[in-house]
């Protein structure tokens, strides 16, 4: 069976589980005790996924993808690809629009309290920090939904369809 490389997976789970646990602290942290330092914590994955997600796109680039299993229909070969560009965009922007929001406010902005991170020179008020607020909160409610579907679609091809496409990634 012809699987993505060793890198290509570790990037895959690592970045999703941080992206996962960062969805959650997003959609939570009104209702998560304040001294858990819960945004600080979510600013930092955010920023470890950013970052990740770049390395991940220059592996992309340089090495190749195995090929999607031969009975998928080609509708279903699009919708794929589809998904798949529309998550290195929303790993992209949905971290890059919450440091520029973040860059307008006073608190400091750290990686896990050892550093700190510059901040893009924004003010409160400014056009794009209100762009990318609600880019922000839109492009996470739409990407949690493509989630469902692309985690729907691996269990539908492992359990129902029983062909490699999960195993490919595993
Ligand atoms: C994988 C990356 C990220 C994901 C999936 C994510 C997701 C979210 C979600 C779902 C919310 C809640 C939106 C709402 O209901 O208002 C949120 C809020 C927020 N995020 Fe992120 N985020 C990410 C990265 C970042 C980064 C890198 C920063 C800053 C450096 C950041 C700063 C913020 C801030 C300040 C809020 C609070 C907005 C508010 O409540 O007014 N996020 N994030
Ligand atoms: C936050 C969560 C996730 C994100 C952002 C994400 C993102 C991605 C991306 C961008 C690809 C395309 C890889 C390429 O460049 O070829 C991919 C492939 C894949 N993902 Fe995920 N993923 C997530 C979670 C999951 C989970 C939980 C599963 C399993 C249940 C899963 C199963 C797969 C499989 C099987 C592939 C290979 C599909 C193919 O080759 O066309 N992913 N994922």
């Known amino acids: 069976m012809d699987r993505y490389g060793s890198v290509a997976r570790a990037l895959h789970w690592i970045i999703a589980i941080l992206i996962l646990f960062n969805l959650f602290l997003g959609f939570a942290h009104e209702a998560l005790p304040r001294d ?26 340089t090495h190749k993808a195995p090929p999607l299993p031969a009975a998928m229909p080609r509708w279903e070969k699009g919708a794929a690809h589809a998904t798949h560009f529309a998550f290195y965009a929303f790993m992209l922007i949905v971290p890059l629009t919450g440091w520029i929001m973040s860059s307008s406010g006073d608190r400091p902005l750290t990686w896990f309290f050892l550093f ?40 539908r091809h492992h359990f129902i369809l029983k062909d490699d496409a999960l195993r490919r990634m595993i």
């Open 36 to 61: 858990w330092k819960v945004m600080p914590v979510h600013k930092s994955v955010g920023l470890t996924v950013l970052a990740l997600t770049i390395l991940r796109i220059v592996w992309r680039f």
């Open 116 to 155: 700190d991170v510059p901040k893009f020179t924004v003010s409160k008020g400014d056009a794009i920090v209100g762009i990318s607020g609600e880019t922000h909160e839109i492009g996470g409610f739409v990407w949690a939904t493509l989630i469902v579907v692309h985690i729907l679609a691996a269990l």
